[in-house]
């Protein structure tokens, strides 16, 4: 089955920068957009950063013109480069992937297990 794996978490002091990754593998037919949300203790899951299919991105307020979603469709993999880090960008950051998967029937969304990045200040 498909699965998504994250990776480039980390604890960073204010003013710093991670790459995230989200990669991809297994059956799969086709990939559509690509998110990465984020969710802080005690807080909702928010979205961050779309990309879609043709490389259209669009960012929450709180992260624009710090964060850059990106991806590789040869690989299967978003990313998300982030820089300025802010205590209050800590949070277990998740990828989400909108894709079908080979053999399906319609397109479903498919989650990244978390990974946690801490900013201290």
């Known amino acids: 089955q498909v699965q998504l794996v994250e990776s480039g978490g980390d604890l960073v002091q204010a003013g710093g920068s991670l790459r995230l990754s989200c990669a991809a593998s297994g059956s799969i037919f086709s990939i559509n957009a690509m998110y990465w949300y984020r969710q802080a203790p005690g807080k909702e899951r928010e979205l961050v950063a779309t990309?879609?299919?043709?490389?259209?991105?669009h960012y929450a307020d709180s992260v624009k013109g710090r964060f850059t979603i990106s991806r590789d469709n040869a690989k299967n993999t978003v990313y998300l480069q982030m820089n300025s880090l802010k205590p209050e960008d800590t949070a277990v950051y998740y990828c989400?992937?909108?894709?079908?998967?080979?053999?399906?029937?319609?397109?479903?969304?498919?989650w990244g297990q978390g990974t946690q990045v801490t900013v201290s200040s």
């Open positions: 989400k992937v909108q894709l079908i998967p080979a053999g399906g029937r319609y397109e479903s969304d498919y």
């Open positions: 990309i879609t299919k043709g490389g259209n991105t």
